[in-house]
């Protein structure tokens, strides 16, 4: 069973970064498609960024240019650095694992990042 912690979220200014960190347990990690997703108050969770095992990337048009994914395999690591921070930024963000049936499980508790204008 994969297990997912999720850290990194925190206060930052409009125009900040921070960087989230996603831990993985278990032994499949190396051929997960991992993700981060994000919900904020009153809306349904959304994409925004995944990464294959082959580190194809795929982002929400909303962070484009501004957000990166990555991930250490080795580590069963995912990353996410947030740069140019927007208050719409503002929700839990949670990191993922596309499943075998092609739904998204293996959700994290989620880290909450709060971009103040």
């Known amino acids: 069973q994969v297990q997912l912690v999720e850290s990194g979220g925190g206060l930052v200014q409009a125009g900040g970064s921070l960087r989230l960190s996603c831990a993985a347990s278990?032994?499949?990690?190396?051929?997960?498609?991992m993700g981060w997703y994000r919900q904020a108050p009153g809306k349904q969770r959304e994409m925004v960024a995944t990464?294959?095992?082959?580190?194809?990337?795929n982002y929400a048009d909303s962070v484009k240019g501004r957000f990166t994914i990555s991930r250490e395999n080795v580590k069963k690591m995912v990353f996410l650095q947030m740069n140019s921070l927007k208050p719409e930024d503002t929700a839990v963000y949670y990191c993922?694992?596309?499943?075998?049936?092609?739904?998204?499980?293996?959700w994290g508790r989620g880290t909450q990042v709060t971009v103040s204008s």
């Open positions: 993922g694992r596309r499943l075998p049936t092609g739904s998204w499980g293996s």
């Open positions: 278990g032994n499949i990690f190396s051929i997960d498609v």
């Open positions: 990464i294959s095992r082959s580190y194809t990337t």
